[in-house]
């Protein structure tokens, strides 16, 4: 089955600097990588997603990128503000039954420090 | 994006009750739905997929007679935790798709079996 790996688990940054998080991937199946936000004692809500026919997407202060050959694909926030502190988890998916069937990375804790 | 509901968002309950928790699409039609357990610090676990009108499928190591979900129509699912114990607290989350398409979170119902 799919395995996802997710780096690293925990990342620090100061406002209004970069933060990167990235994902491997193991399935060439896969081929379609959301990236979901969780707040303390919430359920993760959707930030951006990549399709496999797009290297890269941008949303704001949001990109994703996908080095498909590699497996690899990163997130990456501008501009930190503390309201991005949460658990960010990266997804792969490919379609099964006629549903995408989702494996999650282990989650990354990002802290924003004002 | 869409809405996914769940309740109750939190309960209580003794050993050895049974424990129902409701997972709706609000703005969308569903033709499938996930169940998803986690545990502190930790990513998201699979329980099971249903699709509406079918039985669900369970992942590997699930209890299909303790972890009950009916998935009567293309807005309601729910998961019925059966004969409770301390060691099935958790926070169970649930979400819901279109064939093909992204999967919406709820916000999660947090169980605590006393």
């Known amino acids: ?114 | 994006g869409a809405v996914v509901s769940q309740h109750p968002s939190r309960v209580i309950c003794k050993s050895g009750t049974s424990v129902k928790i409701e997972c709706r699409s609000l703005d969308f039609q569903a033709t499938t739905m996930f169940w998803y357990r986690q545990f502190p610090k930790q990513s998201l676990m699979l329980m099971a997929t249903s699709n509406e009108g079918s039985k669900a499928t369970y992942e590997q190591g699930v209890e299909k007679d303790k972890f009950l979900i009916n998935h009567a129509s293309l807005t309601l699912s729910t998961l019925t935790v059966t004969s409770a114990h301390p060691e099935d607290s958790s926070f169970y989350i649930c979400s819901a798709s279109l064939p093909q398409e992204t999967q919406y979170f709820g916000p999660g119902t947090r169980l605590l079996v006393l």
């Open chain 1, 1 to 114: 089955g799919e395995n996802v790996e997710q780096h690293p688990s925990t990342l620090s940054v100061q406002e209004g600097d970069s933060a990167v998080i990235k994902c491997t991937y193991s399935d060439s199946a896969s081929n379609y990588f959301p990236w979901y936000k969780q707040e303390l004692g919430k359920g993760p809500q959707l930030i951006i997603d990549i399709r496999s026919n797009v290297g890269e997407k941008k949303d704001q202060r949001i990109a994703v990128t996908l080095n498909k050959t590699a497996k690899h694909f990163s997130l990456h926030i501008t501009e930190t503000q503390p309201e991005d502190s949460a658990v960010y988890f990266c997804a792969a998916s490919f379609s099964s039954g006629g549903y995408q069937k989702v494996t999650f990375g282990t989650g990354t804790k990002l802290q924003v420090i004002p």
